[in-house]
Nanobody
Framework: QVQLVESGGGLVQAGGSLRLSCAASGRTFSTYAMGWFRQAPGKAREIVAGISWSGESTYYVDSVKGRFTISRDSAKNTVYLQMNSLKPGDTAVYSC???????????????WGQGTQVTVSS
């Protein structure tokens, strides 16, 4: 079992920045992808960004390319999401996920965090 704990959400004005963190604990493996998903009210959950276990491959949904950056510290089993130039459309609950033996596209996450709210005001 893997436990994921997110932090860093909050309220920010449009154009501002936030940094999300997600720490994994429990039965962590070296070969697992990590990523961030989000779900806005009334909308389906979507992947925001993913990163391979080596950190060499990343994936971003088109709407955040050039604004968000995903990174990981494997020694700390932690993944980060730096979010810049935030827009009201980025408002959602952001959840961290892990996929064992997965790739940066995070097609089948195995474990999920509890989620953290990100609200961007106009």
């Amino acid at each position: 079992q893997v436990q994921l704990v997110e932090s860093g959400g909050g309220l920010v004005q449009a154009g501002g920045s936030l940094r999300l963190s997600c720490a994994a604990s429990g039965r962590t493996f070296s070969t697992y992808a990590m990523g961030w998903f989000r779900q806005a009210p009334g909308k389906a959950r979507e992947i925001v960004a993913g990163i391979s276990w080596s950190g060499e491959s990343t994936y971003y949904v088109d709407s955040v390319k050039g604004r968000f950056t995903i990174s990981r510290d494997s020694a700390k089993n932690t993944v980060y999401l730096q979010m810049n130039s935030l827009k009201p459309g980025d408002t959602a609950v952001y959840s961290c996920a892990v996929e064992i033996w997965g790739t940066a596209t995070m097609n089948r996450p195995n474990y999920w965090g509890q989620g953290t709210q990100v609200t961007v005001s106009s």
